[in-house]
């Protein structure tokens, strides 16, 4: 199987969530891998039927892609980006400002748990005796195995998710009551507990490094999420385990066979970076497919159609059209030595008739805009088609991996060698001909800065900057950051979103957070 025909099976899926994990559906040999594929594609799409048929009640599919919702509380929310639109409570995110109504909060807390229950009962469905009194056959029986160890991994991906937005949120499980009930809140660090064991025990079950197909995660992948929890651990537990993830970080680049692509850093970015080269980085990536893939709202038709307006020429972007929504702010351009992507090649912006200041949040030409993504080959040559992108979302790279481990050794983490981690720093800046730096230049507020820099858009800012403590107060400023021009401190208890007001409504049991 190659993940094109795992994402086509979707295709065929049942429009009823009720049809699709039932008793009857699962008679078919078939069904195991269609279910592992709404998983899989689940982070692209917001629906049955790409973008149709959503998943989430109250918002539309396009709105609540999974990846659609990461972009939008990971990067809106920072220095990395802001969005013209003023769709309901959009603008909020922009200047943190936001409240339990949010329903962009709501989708995505409901995205998550979505997620959740469709990995718990492909759980609940795939045990030995299931399978055995459906006459699975040995063979099929294994092939589950291993299914089932990346539903769970795709489950903890959805809880550290959670964990890190919202705090203390529910655990559900294979284990639970299918019905209705009030599953119990946990603190943070019970659910940062849960996502450490899951991703320990699936180790075995997975499959080796770099054995899987591509777009299906294996034993790397849960090694580079435990090293992300680890990186985090002192924002979710209060006791930091940077140690620990420096131990993994480097047990991923010595020995899981990723390797770090020599490739141009736009290469990374582009239509076909599953097979460019870029690939042999790239843990876990989010596979975009314009052809097998409907996700016209969604997932990455998102983030390229919404960041082209102004000049731009949508087809020079590969695209048939811009929606003028998504630029980035003037602190974050001021990360790079200059806005052409002369001294940073990772530094390129489109500046043509717009503006670097960002003096009215609704015009698109206010604020640089960003040209990372293009839905083209490496060579120049058309994607698949000019409406929905080919572009794989790169969840999971090797190169994190590298700014974790720095990251790490800069923190005084046992184990971790500084000269070691200037060669993975430098390794970075000379894909993207930027100066060479020495182990002097390594402090905390570089590797910030540097992490900005290589892995801007990637959905990790928000999460980067309140380990570095940054995100909220006055330390650091960025335009509209609290709702004014220039910046202004913004509250410590924002640092976590507000549990959804309706999900409490749901679930009287829930716990508001602090502050709202």
Known sequence: MTLSSCTSDLDVTPKDDDEFLSETFFQ?????KE??????????VGGNDGDGA??????????????RLLFVTQELSTDEAIIAWADGALPTLNAQTWSPANEFLEGTFSRAFYHISVANEFLRQTTDEKLTARGVDADLKAEISTFRAEAR????????????????????????????????????????????????????SLAASKSNEYGRVDKTAAKFLLAKVYLNAKVYTGTDKFSEAATLSKEIIDNSGYTFA??????LFSADNNTNGAQSEVIFPIVGDGNAIRATGGGMSFIMHASIGGSMDAASRGMDGGWQGIRTRREFVNLFADA????DKRGTFYTDGQSKD?????????????TKFINKNANGSAAQRNDIPDIDFPMFRLSDVYLMYAECAVRGAAGADINTAVGYINKLRTRANALQVASSTLTLDFI??????????????????????KFTGGDKLWQWKGGSINGRATESYRDLMPIPARNIQANPTLKQNPGY
């Open 28 to 32: 078919d040999p078939a069904s195991y």
């Open 35 to 44: 279910v592992l594929a709404k998983l899989y594609a689940g982070l692209y």
């Open 54 to 67: 959503a998943d989430i009640a109250g918002l539309g599919g396009d709105f609540s892609s999974y990846l």
């Open 153 to 204: 991994f795709l489950r903890a991906f959805s809880y550290y998710n959670l964990m890190d937005l919202f705090g203390n949120v529910p655990i559900t499980t294979e284990n639970d009551p299918v019905g209705f009930y009030y599953p119990e809140q946990k603190t943070r660090a019970e659910v940062f507990a849960y996502v450490e064991s899951e991703l320990k025990d699936i180790d075995a």
């Open 262 to 267: 020599n490739v141009p850093y736009a290469y």
């Open 340 to 343: 052409t992507g002369t001294a």
């Open 358 to 370: 960002i003096n009215n949040v609704g015009t698109f030409t206010d604020g640089y805009a960003v």
């Open 448 to 469: 910030l800065d540097e992490r900005g820099r290589e892995l801007f858009w990637e959905c990790h800012r928000r999460t980067d900057l309140i380990r570095f403590g």
